[in-house]
């Protein structure tokens, strides 16, 4: 069966400061992968997408990058962190188009 | 005006109770339509997954989609204190090479013993 992580599950950053995020997929081949950011009371925010190995694609202009370095390993960065990264980040992912699986979050506090 | 409508809540109701989560939305080239259950602090996790108009049954839970008046229903029978979280509506439009899924909102849910 198919299964996704994410660490860390809580990160308390100052503002200014570096971001590394890490998703990886167990139990399926070539995924296509996604970051999600949610803040409190709103709805998900579709931020990346990929569909392949160094295949990259922002939804929205922001200050956040994403990379995918292996075929199961996603990667959410940043230089330097604003107020407003704040939120609960989300990985998921899918076989092509078909319905997406969410992974546990990591919720990111940026003082 | 938001591609997906759905009314926060919150919602509360008395266990036993049924319960009606709706969502609109204006994007006629939405094909596939999913509920995700979301308790405080989890991921979501897909409740439901339905294709076109129509009903779709699964245990308590019943998805109903009306793409003539894009228009979507989740019903819980029989509401338990362990059905207490977020919903959220997703309909997902075809002709993409990825899975675009477009979320409302969410409903927060809470059913009281």
């Known amino acids: 069966s198919q299964t996704i992580h994410q660490w860390p599950a809580t990160l308390v950053q100052p503002v200014g400061s570096p971001l590394s995020l890490e998703c990886t997929v167990e139990?399926?081949?070539?995924?296509?992968l996604y970051w999600y950011r949610q803040a409190a009371g709103r709805g998900l925010q579709l931020l990346f997408y990929?569909?392949?190995?160094?295949?990259i694609s922002s939804e929205v202009p922001q200050n956040l990058s994403a990379s995918r370095p292996q075929d199961r390993q996603f990667i959410l960065s940043s230089k330097k962190l604003l107020l407003s990264d704040s939120g609960f980040y989300l990985c998921?992912?899918?076989?092509?188009?078909?319905?997406?699986?969410f992974g546990p979050g990591t919720r990111l506090t940026v003082l | 005006q938001k591609e997906v409508e759905q009314d926060p809540g919150p919602l509360s109701v008395p266990e036993g109770a049924i319960v009606s989560l709706n969502c609109t939305y204006s994007?006629?080239?939405?094909?596939?339509f999913m509920w995700y259950r979301q308790y405080s602090r989890k991921g979501p996790e897909l409740l439901m997954y339905?294709?076109?108009?129509g009903n779709k049954e699964d245990g308590r839970f019943t998805a109903q989609v009306d793409k003539s008046s894009k228009y979507i229903s989740l019903f819980i029978r029989d509401s338990q204190p362990s059905d207490s979280a977020t919903y959220l509506c997703?309909?997902?439009?075809?002709?993409?090479?990825?899975?675009?899924?477009?979320f409302g909102q969410g409903t927060i849910l809470t059913v009281h013993p």
């Open positions: 997703a309909p997902l439009a075809g002709g993409t090479s990825y899975g675009k899924l477009t």
């Open positions: 139990g399926t081949s070539n995924p296509n």
């Open positions: 998921a992912w899918s076989v092509a188009t078909d319905t997406q699986y």
């Open positions: 994007n006629s080239a939405f094909q596939y």
């Open positions: 990929s569909v392949g190995i160094g295949q």
């Open positions: 339905t294709y076109s108009s």
